[in-house]
């Protein structure tokens, strides 16, 4: 599985951004895809996942400022971020969770400003 991510980049707080990633190299349906997140120094850590059911779960500090969204059959997902805040500043990482395996994207850095 190959992941490529697009988007990302320097924004104002209070502002807007889209990450999209597409997936390439399955057979089969990918079970989840999302987007994590990772500051140096400090453990990646979970932004939203989706299932192919369309079941998301997104970390309590995006609740409500971040929307995952995908489409199966052209094996893509996307990350709105809106109200961007200086602490969402980090390198995101498209996933990929397919049987069992986790698969990463190069990541793409998101910057906001104050």
């Known amino acids: 599985v190959q992941l490529q991510a697009s988007g990302g980049g320097l924004v104002q707080a209070g502002g807007s951004l889209r990450l999209s990633c597409a997936a390439s190299g399955m057979r089969y349906s990918i079970r989840f895809m999302g987007w994590y997140r990772q500051v140096p120094g400090t453990q990646r850590e979970l932004v939203a996942t989706?299932?192919?059911?369309?079941?998301?779960n997104y970390a309590d500090s995006v609740k409500g400022r971040f929307t995952i969204s995908r489409d199966n059959a052209k094996n893509t997902v996307s990350l709105q971020m809106n109200t961007l805040k200086p602490e969402d500043t980090a390198v995101y990482y498209c996933?990929?969770?397919?049987?069992?395996?986790?698969?990463w994207g190069k990541g793409t850095l998101v910057t906001v400003s104050s």
């Open positions: 989706m299932s192919d059911g369309g079941n998301t």
């Open positions: 996933n990929a969770r397919y049987f069992g395996d986790d698969y």
